[in-house]
Structures are given as structure tokens and as C-alpha cells.
């Protein structure tokens, strides 16, 4: 079993910053594809960005040049920086990974950007 725990949502201004991090349970050096999703209030989940083993990264456009994904493999934690907040980034942000073909989810944590 994988457990993945979010944390570092909150309340920011439009403009502002926030660093998410998600934090797993198991070595994640072996794993190949961790990724970041959204889910705003009546809207589908969205894959925000995903980051490789390899370091290569991907990003939704609406987030490019705003978000940066990152991952420790030593602290078995990736992260997602989250510069220049709209009030559109509003949401709840998921981490995932895929272990031996399952797919695992944190709890989610909220990001509120508003005046």
C-alpha cells in the first residue's frame, strides 16, 4: 500500500506564491511518472503537471512559466511551486503515482487564491 500526504494549501492573494509537497511512503527513485492534478469546484480533474525519472517535465498550458514540479528522491517527496496565482488556479490539487500498474492518490489539499 502507498500513501501519498499533500500539504502546504492555503489561502493566497492573486500574484502570490505556494509551495505544495507531496510527501510518499514508499522510495520513489524506482518510481517512473509522479504527477500533480486539480479538481475545482464543478469542473473535471486536470493533470497539472507530471515529472519523470528522469527529470523531464510536463505542464498544462494554462501553468507554464508559473509552476515548477520538482521531486527529492531522498525525501521520497515531489514537489509543486506555484508562482503568479490566479484566482483560476483555485482548486483542490491532487498527487499521484502509478505503482506496479495501480494507481495511488493523496488526499488533496485546498488552494484558495483570492483578494
Known amino acids: 500500500q502507498v500513501q501519498l500526504v499533500e500539504s502546504g494549501g492555503g489561502l493566497v492573494q492573486p500574484g502570490g506564491s505556494l509551495r505544495l509537497s507531496c510527501a510518499a511512503s514508499?522510495?520513489?527513485?524506482?518510481?517512473?511518472?509522479m504527477e500533480w492534478y486539480r479538481q475545482a469546484p464543478g469542473k473535471q480533474r486536470e493533470l497539472v503537471a507530471n515529472?519523470?525519472?528522469?527529470?523531464?517535465?510536463n505542464y498544462v498550458e494554462s501553468v507554464k512559466g508559473r509552476f515548477t514540479i520538482s521531486r527529492d528522491n531522498a525525501k521520497n517527496t515531489v514537489y509543486l511551486q506555484m508562482n503568479s496565482l490566479k484566482p483560476e488556479d483555485t482548486a483542490v490539487y491532487y498527487c499521484?503515482?502509478?505503482?506496479?500498474?495501480?494507481?495511488?492518490w493523496g488526499q488533496g489539499t485546498q488552494v484558495t487564491v483570492s483578494s
Open positions: 499521484r503515482v502509478g505503482v506496479d500498474g495501480r494507481p495511488y
Open positions: 514508499i522510495r520513489i527513485f524506482s518510481i517512473n511518472i
Open positions: 515529472i519523470f525519472d528522469d527529470d523531464s517535465t
